[in-house]
């Protein structure tokens, strides 16, 4: 067959019969116990475990098999696991790879779980952990000792955005047999797939784009030829599954991901646009603009950006910042992202989210932009800046 484009590819990846029985959408197949009939059965199904036949519940359901093929295709991989959520992705596929006395090389603009999983979790296991300036590039060399295993990424980083220079760092790894990992839940497969640029496994908090509607928590780890049977075996070890009420509605995000995409991507560039001249506002940190680190990166290796991107002000005070958030009507304050309602949170200092790098600018303020009409969205910005000021 032709190759075909991405938005085509939303619409039909995984709907094999086999999964759908003839309508549209694959069959909800809840399940633990998978029954066989005879020995041979048993014994067939034993051997193809893991690769899209049923065998025990924990295995997954013909649900999963048509989101796993789905999602495969999506980034380009070998094969993919699910997770019950973005977090257990990413720790589960780190203990996969992972022993006592290994060293991993992460990116100092991390999201703060995933740091605090290094720090609280793998340093009780002997697994040390150095972080690193997101726009290190090839001098990642300098950080690489004898017994680093993994480099991981984030690109853009969580709050502060930055974009990284991932093929030259992918390089560098590459050099050193270093394996590569990174959080692509910005890139979300549409707009950026880490595997065409080297990386070894791209991991997605599904619970934000893929799902989009705010109301399934679920990761998906997307691996290459060399890693899928160790990160498919391990993660089932770890006990990682997922119900297939949650597999099915993931997929019926995915179909849709596209057109809402487009529509998170206008709204936060002219929101972006609006907030880059308020006179309050020192820079937007929006892959975008000129003004985010990494720009010209995101310009060469990324389709698209989305609802996502911060600002950062002048100045500030948690008062200031406290009153702009209670002010606020269309966004609510919120930890997550990617659905179809905005969102807002603040920081005044990034304290204890850097280490390697520091932050020495002012408040960082992160929205998401939803599906509201933006010209809501840009009259309470200005109302909830107006209450910003007068507590300066
Ligand atoms: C939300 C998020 C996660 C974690 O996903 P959950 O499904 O909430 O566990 C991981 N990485 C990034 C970049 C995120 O924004």
Known sequence: MTKINKNTQLVTAGRNKAYTQGVVNPVIQRASTVVFDSVAE??????????????YGRRGT????ALQEAITELEG??????YPCGAAAISQTLLSFLKSGDHILMVDSVYEPTRDFCDKILAGLGITTTYYPPMISTDIKEYIQDNTKMLFLESPGSITMEIQDVPAMVQVANE???????DNTYGN?????????????????????????????????????????TLREHSYLLGQCTSADDAYLALRGLRTMAVRLKQHQQGALEVATW??????????????FASCPGHEVFKRDFDGSNGLFSFVMKTGNQ???????????????????????????ANLTMKGLRSATGWSQGPVIRLHIGLEDVADLLADLEQ???VYQQHL
């Open 42 to 55: 048993l014994k067939e199904a034993a051997k193809k475990r893991g690769e899209s036949t049923l065998f």
């Open 62 to 65: 013909t649900t999963h098999f």
């Open 77 to 82: 991989g070998a094969g993919c696991a699910l």
């Open 176 to 182: 050193h047999n270093v394996m590569t990992v990174l």
């Open 189 to 229: 497969g549409l707009h950026y797939r880490p595997l065409e640029h080297g990386v070894d496994i791209s991991i997605q908090a599904a619970t934000k784009y893929i799902v989009g509607h705010s109301d399934v928590m679920m990761g998906v780890a997307v691996a290459n030829k060399k890693y899928w049977s």
């Open 275 to 288: 907030l880059a001249a308020h006179p309050l506002v020192d820079h937007v940190r929006h892959p975008a």
């Open 319 to 345: 008062k200031a910042i406290d009153a702009f958030l209670d002010s606020l009507q269309h966004f609510k304050m919120g930890f997550s992202w990617g659905g179809y309602e905005s969102l807002v949170t």
């Open 384 to 386: 909830a800046l107006g």
